[in-house]
C-alpha cells in the first residue's frame, strides 16, 4: 500500500521559515509529479508549487521567491522549504505524487500538515 507521510508543520511569525517534508513508501514503480497543495478554511485545495520528474519546478504566484520545492527520486521524498512566510500562509498543507502503482499512474495524497503564521 502506498502511503505520503508529512512533516514539518507548525506554527511561525511572520517572517519566519518552516520546512515541510514527505516520504512515500510502498511498492512504487515510478515517480511522475511531486509537489505540495494547500487548503485555507472555507477555501479550496490550490496549487503551491509542483516538480516534474526532470525536476522543472513550477510555482503559484503568491509564492514565487519565498517557496522552494525539491525532490530525492532515490528516496521518494519531497520538501517544501518556505520563507517570509505571511499570515495568509496559514492552511493545511498536502503532499501530492503521482506514482506508478501496479499497472498504471495513480494520484496520492498525504494526511496534511497544518502551518499557522502568526502576525
Known amino acids: 500500500q502506498v502511503q505520503l507521510v508529512e512533516s514539518g508543520g507548525g506554527l511561525v511569525q511572520a517572517g519566519g521559515s518552516l520546512r515541510l517534508s514527505c516520504a512515500a513508501s510502498?511498492?512504487?514503480?515510478?515517480?511522475?509529479?511531486l509537489g505540495w497543495y494547500r487548503q485555507a478554511p472555507e477555501k479550496q485545495r490550490e496549487l503551491v508549487a509542483r516538480?516534474?520528474?526532470?525536476?522543472?519546478?513550477e510555482y503559484a504566484d503568491f509564492v514565487r521567491g519565498r517557496f522552494t520545492v525539491s525532490r530525492d527520486g532515490a528516496k521518494k521524498t519531497v520538501a517544501l522549504q518556505m520563507n517570509s512566510l505571511k499570515p495568509e500562509d496559514t492552511a493545511v498543507y498536502y503532499c501530492?505524487?503521482?506514482?506508478?502503482?501496479?499497472?498504471?499512474?495513480?494520484?496520492?495524497w498525504g494526511q496534511g500538515t497544518q502551518v499557522t503564521v502568526s502576525s
Open positions: 501530492y505524487a503521482k506514482f506508478f502503482v501496479g499497472s498504471m499512474w495513480r494520484d496520492y
Open positions: 510502498g511498492s512504487i514503480f515510478g515517480i511522475n509529479a
Open positions: 516538480i516534474s520528474s526532470v525536476g522543472n519546478a
